[in-house]
């Protein structure tokens, strides 16, 4: 339970809203779902940073300009056999079902082989990585009917006043759309959230919470250092011309991109819709003045050269309150990291 307790204590600590009840929830079934399981195996490592030459892999080449880096979720080692698993949590919305598609566009990801390349460099001979899944629930707070002191629900017409049946002998407890009438509610509180959501996933595990192994040979590991070797000679191509591209595809692809109204020219650098921004926010600084090709940076360039450009190349950023997604994701993903710290000294 010492794994829970930390991920808890993390939650704990923050103001006690919806998304904190959602992502305590989902610690909660998830300790349930593999606790049992983690116990056969060692926490080499959490949140690890790594880096490590950008190699041609035509000429065997080092990049003068980028090395490879990133972080791994974690890293395991199994108690009996000594091997070393490599994990990456993912949260989606999507169905994580034996049969959906999302385990196929996960086997096309290239964080998998930049994984494996870089335990390698260590001297581990591992082959394939740990996706460890968690599907986010998408039920939302519901609206719950409002209840007087005697457990009454409330109606009330379009003066305000409070219904009766018809015989006048009860408190009506229905809405009636034609009539006026509507039923009183209110949201459910996180208290109430969390305790429903706690008991649906407890009631279906599997639903939120499954783990695959993917594999990585060899031919799949020079396959992603040529596509990253091309992706940072197209980024120094573009950086030469001082030409960008835009991507219009890609704008709203997955929701509005976050630099739509700058590259619509309805928006400027000004600290009010944008401001400027620090360069590879999710790693320290490279000590060697290399700069750091990351798989986020990857994306970035795969989505758009102009949205790389935004991101990575100048850099800048939206002016704007965090949304609930995005503090969730942060939420679970410091939970987890607690909770596998907690492991790792336990």
């Known amino acids: 339970m010492k794994a829970l307790d930390a991920a808890l204590a993390f939650l704990d600590a923050a103001p006690f809203d919806h998304e904190v009840a959602k992502a305590k929830a989902l610690i909660i079934g998830y300790n349930l779902q593999w606790s049992e399981k983690y116990a056969a195996y060692a926490v ?9 030459p950008l190699i041609n892999p035509d000429t065997e080449g080092m990049s003068k300009t980028f090395d490879e880096a990133g972080k791994i979720d974690l890293v395991l080692r199994h108690k009996a056999s000594g091997r070393h698993v490599l994990v990456e949590h993912k949260t989606t919305s999507d169905s ?5 598609d999302y385990w196929d566009k996960l086997a096309m990801d290239t964080q998998c082989s930049k994984y494996i390349l870089a335990w390698r460099q260590r001297g581990h001979d591992i082959g394939n990585l740990l996706y460890d899944v968690i599907h986010k629930p998408g039920s939302r707070p519901r609206q719950i009917p409002t209840l007087d002191e005697d457990g009454k629900k409330i109606v009330l017409d379009a003066s305000g006043e409070r219904v009766k049946t018809k015989d006048g002998k ?3 407890e229905s809405g009636d759309t034609e009539l006026g009438y509507v ?4 949201q459910e509180t996180p208290e109430q959230y969390f305790e429903r959501l706690k008991s649906e996933i407890e009631a279906d595990p599997s639903r939120y919470f499954a783990q695959r192994e993917v594999p990585r040979f060899d031919s799949d590991l020079l396959e992603y250092m040529s596509d990253a070797w091309a992706l940072s000679q197209q980024i120094l191509i573009y950086r030469r011309a001082n030409l960008w591209p835009r991507n219009p595809a890609a704008c709203s692809a997955f929701g509005t991109c976050e630099f739509f109204d700058l590259c619509a020219g309805r928006a400027s650098v000004d600290g009010i819709r944008y401001r400027e921004s620090v360069k590879h926010r999710e790693l320290s600084a490279n000590e060697e003045g290399k700069e750091l090709l990351t798989n ?4 970035a360039l795969r ?17 704007k ?3 609930d997604a995005l503090r969730f994701g942060t939420l679970m993903h ?13």
């Open 44 to 52: 080499v490592a959490a949140e690890e940073e790594f880096r490590f």
């Open 96 to 100: 994580i079902e034996p049969g959906s």
């Open 170 to 172: 009860k408190w009506r």
């Open 183 to 186: 039923l009183q509610t209110t």
């Open 296 to 299: 986020s940076r990857l994306t």
């Open 303 to 319: 989505k758009c050269a102009r949205y790389h450009f935004h991101r990575y190349e100048k850099p800048i950023e939206p002016v």
């Open 321 to 323: 309150e965090e949304s």
């Open 334 to 346: 410091n939970a987890m990291e607690a909770y596998f710290n907690a492991l790792k000294v336990a």
